[in-house]
Structures are given as structure tokens and as C-alpha cells.
């Protein structure tokens, strides 16, 4: 596994003549059974100041802040502090967006959970959309929004459908990061501490950076080498279906005044996502029980995500392999964070995976994320 993984991550710092780079440093940790497998860190933190990566180094976790949020919500439905057919107006009461047809929604726990709820992110609408002539935010961008002024901006709209009955990437997890604050009368920052961080002895990742020095530049692909981020920064890409683009504010991590986000608000370093994926691998120890750990596996809706996985508690559930072209089990769960990370675990084989980057996209949807997945299942298979 070493020469193999050792292989991609050069190729893609310092590739062959002729070639351009693809990222510009990366973090990668392969575990089984909670032993590493191969732990390397590559290239640039600053790539223009000559930082070398290193294992401790902080990322903004974007998405990645995700399976944090998840967590807390495992841990409450664990104390019974929350149940998944609970409706958000207990804790929001003015949080009543519309259907379609125009009647008062019925929005649950677990449809926040699931991305079912009938939300979306700007991002995946048209730029003239509803997300955007509200100037919703979605974690990413410099505003001056609070959390509930924009979760105001958000009810005011109408849902894409009926909530339960499709799944839409979307704020939803920024809804569920309020909801967790709420419930547990303190910040959200503060929430996810007492719920998940500190239990697990995690100290580096939460919504401040802890060590300025220790976090990454970030950097966006171009048709060349990979750019240092401009403060304000616009992702667009047709395809990955990024049709209103994604508002990138490097800066943001550093602002005071910027609401917490539970969809994209993290900053962090991949061994403490290391240890988050261990808890998830082992059926929620020592955070809750298996059964709650069950619940957020659960794949319920019938449409497929992308071809081959369905969707649970915010991450994509692999159903069909052959379908997805990929060498994982059945059940692996799997997402990633557009600031370049990319995260799996395949619980067959009691597999987990961390590929932070400091290069957006590449990091979470490139070539780059599927040779490494390659290459971690090429060596496997040689052993067996």
C-alpha cells in the first residue's frame, strides 16, 4: 500500500513533465480495524511561503463539519433529548417554510438529517434563484447575517417538495446545528464540544482556528497549477452540478461575528477526523449506542443520490458497487468537504479513510480521491 498511495499523492504534487499538479498538499490516513495502514502527509500547507504539510496540520473543514453535527445529534437521540419524528417547530417555532402547493410543511429531526427536508444551497440553484435573491448564506461567504437572520431567510422561502419524499443536499445541517444549540442552551460551538469533541479527546477541531500558524493555505484548480484563494472566491462547475456557484470566504474562519454553521464551520486536522470515523466504525462508541448508530445509517428514500448510493444521516450510503463503479462494500458510507476533503468507511471490511487536501475541487471530487481509493483497494486485495 505504501509504493501505491506513495505513487498517486506524487503524481499528483509534483507529476510527470508535460503535466500540472492537481493538489498542492494533502493529509491522507487509511485505518483498519482502528490500526493505521499508512499515514502520510505531502506538499504544501503555503506553498508560496515553502510550509510543508504536516500530520497536525488544520483545515478548514467545510462539509467535513458535517459528521461532527451528526454526531451531537447521535448523542441527543441517545439521551432522548431528541427523536427523529420530532418536528423542528419545538425548537424553531418560526421555522414554517411552505410546500409547493403552497400548504405548511411538517418538517422532522430526521428529515434535517437526511436532506429531505425540501431545502437546497444556493449553490445547486440557477445564480437568479430563490437562495440567491434572498442572499442566503451557506457557511462559506463573509456575511453579516446572524444564524437565525438567515435560517429567517431560508423559512421565508418555499421548499423544493414535500418533505420525506426526496433527498436535496442542502442548509439543512446548519438548521440541525441551531436546533443542537437550542437544546443544549449554549453555542454551538460549545454544543459540539461537550457532545463529541472533548469526549474524544479531540482539542484541535471546533469553530476557531487554535494554531493560525498550523493552518492551511487554500488553493483552487485551474487549467494550470492549483492558485492561492482570492479573499472572495467563486466555484463554478457545471457538471458536479455547481450551477450557482460556491462563495468561498478564506477569511471567514477568522471573523468573530460569523454565525456558526453546522453545514461547513469546522476547522480541524485529519487525525481528529480520523478519530470521529473510529466512533462511526464501531457503531457509535463511546458517544451512543449502536442502535442510534443504526438509525443514522438508515437509507431510507428511494431515489439514488448519485448512481449506485442512497443517503442516510449525511453521508452517502453505498448500495450497489457494481452500479458505482467502485471497489467498496455494500453499506460504506462516504462525503467529503469542497474545500478538497474526501472521507469514507467501509464497515466490511472495518476500513476507514481521511484524504484532507488544501485544493478545491480536486480534493473532493477529482481524480485524485478515486486513485487513492483505487490504490488503498489494489493493495488490499494483494494480501488476500
Known sequence: MQHLLDTVIDNAIHPKEGLSPTIVGTVVLVSQCGKPLYQRAAGYADRENSVAMQPDTLFRLSSVTKPFVTAAVGVLLEQGKLHLDDRITKWLPWFTPLQPDGTLSAITIG?????????????????????????????????????????????ALPLLHQPG?????????????????????????????????????????????????????????????????????????????????????????????????????????????????????????????????????????KQETMPGWGFAASWLVLRNPLVASTPQSPGTISWGGVYGHHWFVDFERDLSVVILTNTAPEGLYGEFTIDIRNGIYTALARKE
Open 111 to 155: 428529515h434535517l438529517l437526511t436532506h429531505t427536508a425540501g431545502l437546497n444551497y444556493g449553490f445547486s440553484e440557477p445564480p437568479d434563484g430563490p437562495y440567491h435573491q434572498a442572499q442566503v448564506s451557506d457557511g462559506l461567504d463573509t456575511t453579516s447575517l446572524t444564524l437565525e437572520e438567515n435560517l429567517r431567510r431560508i423559512a
Open 165 to 301: 419524499t426526496a433527498v436535496q443536499y442542502s442548509v439543512a445541517t446548519d438548521v440541525l446545528g441551531a436546533i443542537i444549540a437550542n437544546v443544549c442552551n449554549a453555542p454551538l460551538d460549545k454544543a459540539i464540544r461537550t457532545l463529541v469533541t472533548e469526549p474524544l479527546g479531540i482539542v484541535d477541531s471546533g469553530f476557531t482556528v487554535t494554531d493560525p500558524a498550523r493552518l492551511a493555505v487554500p488553493y483552487i484548480n485551474t487549467d494550470k497549477a492549483p492558485r492561492p484563494m482570492q479573499k472572495e472566491e467563486i466555484l463554478f462547475d457545471q457538471e458536479a452540478g455547481i450551477t450557482g456557484g460556491i462563495h468561498f470566504s478564506p477569511d471567514r474562519i477568522f471573523a468573530p461575528e460569523a454565525f456558526l454553521s453546522g453545514g461547513a464551520g469546522m476547522v480541524g486536522t485529519a487525525h481528529d477526523v480520523e478519530r470521529l470515523l473510529q466512533v462511526l466504525r464501531t457503531g457509535g462508541t463511546p458517544l451512543f449506542s449502536k442502535q442510534t448508530m443504526e438509525l443514522l445509517l438508515t437509507d431510507t428514500v
